[in-house]
């Protein structure tokens, strides 16, 4: 079968990667992408359907491309998607070399397909493996893989007919290299693959959460926790399932004797409130600057929109604020909003934090929707995913043939 790739997503170019001799090493490279599709497609299921199990349904395809320290990037191939062979004394299972990112196809309702701001994701996961000493790349080139697989695939797994969906990318990275040791991977493995995630972003009520456990602490200065890496996700895990246990979404996690509010559960978490003294309306979130949070994609387009869109109506910071400054804004009758972002979760509204037994509950709109500034927000960043804008961030994505 010929490649069903639209040249326009194809590129030439080779950039080298870090390596201990970049002169002999290979690049990450788009164009010399091979192709093997598969003769067995699967049907594809209805979105409730997809999700409705405990396995994640994936698409017919995905790519695949490893890097040797000696020879650098292989070339990437388009294959059907199944099991990956890995040693058991692989890297990755040992000594968590492996990283990810996360972001979704949007089938607009014009039927165009569009991504939101890869380049962010792409930049973000090559800082992500250089943090657990896996190769590096050209971000511009896995952008162009993720492209490639998404106009083979969409056309049949989102089709058309069904605007306003999405399914879920996610690039990888693991450590391959089989040595006992602790020790850089010299040997790794990239992949692609998109599947079905369930829709998590109206909570039925709106998300409830519940602040972390005094002896648990989710990042630190000095850690990992402002990349991607699935070492900042399996230790979490724990602090989840009890919250949800005790019927809340998500665990608020604090930080430090003050507590202060970093993130909930994985993703970026705002208030609005009026601020103390001049009662002016402020949407604060955590900063990056001590590498604690991820700097999620959602959350900078969140900060740079309002202060466009609604910079003369609200003040809009990142700085540091306590679980303490929460309660007493509470009591004050300050709390007007709260959210979280993220790529699963998108903009959710959060209408309870709970802390030591004690309740901060926060207002929400009829049946548990998103606020007013929670709202406005929500919507422009959907029109623009969806196409109901036309905005720089969503970027239209040529399809091919389906297969």
Known sequence: MASPTPKAITSSSSQPSSGSNPQQQAGLDASRLTYNFTTTPSPVPDEVSANRGDLTVATDHMITATWDISTGWARPEL????????????????????CFEGLKAYRGYDGKLRLFRPDHNTTRMRLSAHRVSLPTFDPTELAKLIKILCAVDCPRWLPQDRTGSFLYIRPTMIGTHAQLGVQSPKQALLYIMLAFIPRLDSPAGGMRLLTSPQDTVRSWVG???YAKVGANYGPSLLAGRDALREGFHQTL??????????EAGGSNFFVVW?????????????PLDDKIILDGVTRRSCLEILRVRMGGEVEVTEHKYTIGELFEAHEQGRILEAFV???AYFICPVSQIQHNGKNIHIPVGHDGKPGDITGRVKGWIHDIMYGRQQHPWGVVIPEGQAL
């Open 341 to 343: 972002t993220g790529t």
């Open 253 to 262: 996690w604090l930080y430090g004797q003050s507590g202060e509010c970093t």
């Open 79 to 98: 294959k059907p998607y199944g099991p990956l062979q890995l040693s058991p004394a692989a890297s990755c299972l040992h000594y968590a070399t492996e």
């Open 223 to 225: 850690g990992f926790g």
């Open 274 to 286: 009026r601020r103390r003294g001049d009662g002016k309306k402020e949407v604060v979130t955590a």
